[in-house]
T-cell receptor, first 114, second 116 residues
Framework: AQSVTQLDSQVPVFEEAPVELRCNYSSSVSVYLFWYVQYPNQGLQLLLKYLSGSTLVKGINGFEAEFNKSQTSFHLRKPSVHISDTAEYFCAVSVSDTGNQFYFGTGTSLTVIP | EAQVTQNPRYLITVTGKKLTVTCSQNMNHEYMSWYRQDPGLGLRQIYYSMNVEVTDKGDVPEGYKVSRKEKRNFPLILESPSPNQTSLYFC???????????????FGPGTRLTVL
């Protein structure tokens, strides 16, 4: 089975500062990678995904992530955060050849401080 | 409006009393899935379905059943709930089941279940 590690359970950051949320996965085979965001009392929605091609992926709300195959990482970044970015962020993986099981990390709670 | 709906949104029940949480999507999606979310554990997949009458176990299927008799509906059944099934449950769907998991999943609003 896959494992997805989000090392930082909580990340406080001041408004307009940059942020990086870290994600590492265990698979050595081809994977699809996702970042989802969960705002308070809501379901999850997709921020961005990596399927193939360019290792730098841009998503909604100014977020981007970089796929690093050698380090099995998919870190999420934003150059300048806003109060409205306060939310829970989940990294997720599916294995491309088996495809239909998804593995989520434990989540990172991002708090933007005014 | 394209959406995934779940009912009920909140449920408090007692050990052993059978319950069903419904999930419905109006996007003609092939793939549907159930997850549970627990503090410190993130989301864990319970069951998924590739299409009508095709279901398979995820990581934590024990104590749960599902069925997919129609494309739009994917109910989650707890035949004999226990307190360790107290959790926040999410249903999700995606367009195609045959693209190796690359499709975006659309999540419902969640069902908070408490088993006493």
């Amino acid at each position: 089975a896959q494992s997805v590690t989000q090392l930082d359970s909580q990340v406080p950051v001041f408004e307009e500062a940059p942020v990086e949320l870290r994600c590492n996965y265990s698979s050595s085979v081809s994977v699809y990678l996702f970042w989802y965001v969960q705002y308070p009392n809501q379901g999850l929605q997709l921020l961005l995904k990596y399927l193939s091609g360019s290792t730098l992926v841009k998503g909604i709300n100014g977020f981007e992530a970089e796929f690093n195959k050698s380090q099995t990482s998919f870190h999420l970044r934003k150059p300048s955060v806003h109060i409205s970015d306060t939310a829970e962020y989940f990294c997720a993986v599916s294995v491309s050849d088996t495809g239909n099981q998804f593995y989520f990390g434990t989540g990172t709670s991002l708090t933007v401080i005014p | 409006e394209a959406q995934v709906t779940q009912n009920p949104r909140y449920l408090i029940t007692v050990t052993g009393k059978k319950l069903t949480v419904t999930c419905s999507q109006n996007m003609n999606h092939e793939y549907m899935s159930w997850y549970r979310q627990d503090p410190g554990l993130g989301l864990r997949q319970i069951y998924y379905s590739m299409n009508v009458e095709v279901t398979d176990k995820g990581d934590v299927p024990e104590g749960y059943k599902v069925s997919r008799k129609e494309k739009r509906n994917f109910p989650l059944i707890l035949e004999s709930p226990s307190p360790n099934q107290t959790s926040l449950y999410f249903c999700a769907s995606s367009l195609s089941a045959w693209v190796g998991g690359s499709d975006t999943q659309y999540f419902g609003p969640g069902t908070r279940l408490t088993v006493l």
